[in-house]
């Protein structure tokens, strides 16, 4: 825990009274009242050992949000705020998806793929995309995915519900048939019902998954996550990932409309950053850490690990585990953080995460620093998030288009929502993105100083490079674990480098 001296000395450090002529107009808050402003999934990836637009009506919670700029100062210069919000240089890195001349449309499909998509939001999107590329190595015919109705939060949710299943099919027609039903006939045909083999590659699919065409009309794979190696793929396979994670796999309309509003909202506060504060109760239940938590609390979490029967590993040390940096930052932390890189308490922050756990008390350090945190329960009112409210993947969609297109986005853990968002920023021009190095902050929470921190994580805020490879030393299933994951980064693969202006690159397919 922080003393009351070291934090007051790190507020001292970046914050001084300014009269309010002086504050710049990016921090101001709107003079007018602002406009009516409008649970994650536990799909964890480990690494090498780490375990229709409505009416608008104005939320009663924002009547409450009265925040001053009169007592708000900054001790920085202009340039150095700017920099603050400043994209790394994409260094000219654009989408490049387009296939290539001996990359022809689908021949006579040998027969379909079913798949069953488990997990959350994140984890579901990543096994689809995989899928779809699946289908094209044995030529199949990919049925639309059926989505996981059996995880933690029993979200009742099909495809259609999610995504936009029409321009689904019609984005990916030229390079796998996709249909919506098994044809009539084959309901009730025997399947051949598989595990596709983790991280597989071009040869374990197209040598010994297509031979079972000649025994069977139909393939249903059981899960979807992680089951395609994410390197050492064909270039066009690899591109086709892309398009169907980037472009073919479209939130549902009625999401997009209220996710784009939502965008607005934040927007009429000013540039923001989108936080994903991986703070819930099954994530802390999961992964076993309690720091910052009462007895009381650490023992429920423990009872609820202990009682999911599919959550393997039962005893966790809470400590080991946040010295390793595997634990999602504590709210009071991230505050700490933000704070230390410079962003005034004035900042906007949208706060991507189911319920956070414990609520209040929690959040109530970060309020602290930040007062202006916003949701999508705060942004929306009751009437407009009613048709979600009870739909976990859903309401994380709306949190996913809030993220992508936030000016700087913050994860406090590098979960499949958190490696999604920075993959399709990047993508989309490498946007700035800033990875907390989570192990090494552990260490330098007891000495905080603004140098540090920034020195720290200079490295982690998005810019331009390759995929990293797997871990030296490991092998077996965590050597491809310890790799980063395809879509968390699509360059080389989806991401060109313009020699000139005026390049041919395509983004889109054909």
Known sequence: MFGAVAVGALVAAHVFLLPSAAVPDAFKLPKASPPPLFQREIGYRRKANELGWTQEIAHPQLAKLRISTQKVGITMSDSWFAKLWKPPSNRNFVPCVSPSSSFLPPSQSRGYLLVHANGGLNQMRAGICDMVAVARLINATLVIPQLDKRSFWQDSSNFSDVFDEEHFIHTLADDVEVVKKLPKELMTAAKAVIHFRSW?????????????????????????????????????IQKLRCCAFYEALRFAPRIEALGKLLVERMRSYGRYIALHLRYEKDMLAFSGCTYGLSSVESDELARIRENISYWKVKEIDPQEQRAK?????????????????????????????????????HLSDLESRFPILLSKEKLASAEELEPFKDYASQMAALDYIVSVESDVFVPSYLGNMARAVEGHRRFLGHRKTINPNRKDLVQLFDKINRGSLKEGNKGRQGSPRKRKGPIPGTRGVERFRSEEAFYENPLPDCLCQQEHEESDNSPVRR
């Not at 699919?205 to 297509?210: N, P, V």
């Not at 932390?333 to 609520?359: D, H, K």
């Open 200 to 236: 597989s590659g071009l040869d374990y699919y197209q040598d010994e998954i297509s031979h079972m065409w000649d025994k069977y009309q139909v393939i249903k794979a059981a899960k979807s996550d992680s089951r395609l190696a994410n390197n050492n793929l064909p270039p066009d």
């Open 325 to 361: 940096g595997y634990c999602p930052l504590t709210p009071k932390e991230v505050g700490i953080f933000l704070s230390s890189l410079g962003y005034p308490s004035n900042t906007p922050i949208y706060v991507a995460a189911g319920a956070i756990y414990g609520g209040g008390s």
